[in-house]
């Protein structure tokens, strides 16, 4: 089975449940600074070509699964109560009918944080990061230079945290 590149320092893992699904997005939410796992948390997927919604929650021990369609291009809200909202793009177009095949899965962790009165939040309604589909390597792989000035802005505003 195929698999999409990892995203928060997660290994992907072959899945046997992807045979109905296209794109599997799956993984943990967690509090940024104690790691501790958030419950009651909403995964919520707007697939921006063609207008669908996908909505998912995390169990109690933070986990969630995402049934994703193929060719969509799909911009994932993570929230929760008492958390800044954080987003990732999904660009899932390019794979070929046979290279879809049994499907993708990926793992996406996601860390949140507390708002603190007085900080400025608004760029974290950006994406964290944007994965798009290489036919070179046959996979959809994170765009890692976007994903680290992410990773930096995200660093700079925690000092102000």
Same mark, same amino acid.
């Given at each position: 089975? /195929?698999?999409?590149?990892?995203?928060?320092?997660?290994?992907?893992?072959?899945?046997?449940?992807? +045979?109905?699904?296209d794109?599997? !997005?799956?993984? $943990?939410?967690?509090?940024l =600074?104690? &790691?501790? =796992?958030?419950?009651?948390?909403?995964?919520?997927?707007?697939?921006?070509?063609?207008?669908?919604? %996908? $909505? +998912? +929650?995390?169990?109690?021990?933070? /986990?969630?699964?995402?049934?994703?369609?193929?060719?969509?291009?799909w911009? !994932?809200?993570? &929230? +929760?109560?008492?958390? !800044?909202? %954080?987003?990732?793009?999904?660009?899932?177009?390019?794979?070929?009918?046979?290279?879809?095949?049994?499907? @993708?899965?990926?793992?996406? #962790?996601?860390?949140?944080?507390?708002p603190?009165?007085? !900080?400025?939040? &608004?760029?974290? #309604?950006?994406?964290?990061?944007?994965? =798009?589909?290489? &036919?070179e390597?046959?996979?959809?792989?994170? #765009?890692?230079? @976007?994903?680290? /000035?992410?990773?930096d802005?995200?660093?700079?505003?925690? /000092?102000?945290?």
């Amino acid at each position: 089975m /195929k698999q999409l590149a990892c995203f928060a320092l997660a290994l992907c893992a072959p899945l046997a449940c992807l +045979a109905q699904a296209d794109v599997l !997005v799956f993984g $943990v939410m967690r509090e940024l =600074r104690t &790691s501790v =796992r958030i419950e009651e948390m909403a995964v919520e997927a707007l697939d921006l070509k063609w207008g669908r919604w %996908k $909505v +998912a +929650a995390t169990n109690d021990s933070g /986990k969630y699964e995402l049934d994703l369609g193929r060719n969509g291009e799909w911009l !994932v809200t993570y &929230s +929760a109560p008492g958390f !800044v909202s %954080k987003r990732i793009k999904l660009m899932l177009t390019g794979p070929t009918p046979e290279e879809w095949v049994g499907g @993708y899965g990926m793992n996406v #962790d996601m860390t949140m944080i507390e708002p603190k009165e007085g !900080v400025d939040y &608004s760029v974290l #309604d950006e994406p964290y990061g944007i994965c =798009r589909y290489n &036919s070179e390597t046959g996979n959809f792989e994170w #765009d890692m230079e @976007y994903t680290q /000035k992410m990773r930096d802005r995200q660093a700079a505003l925690l /000092k102000e945290h």
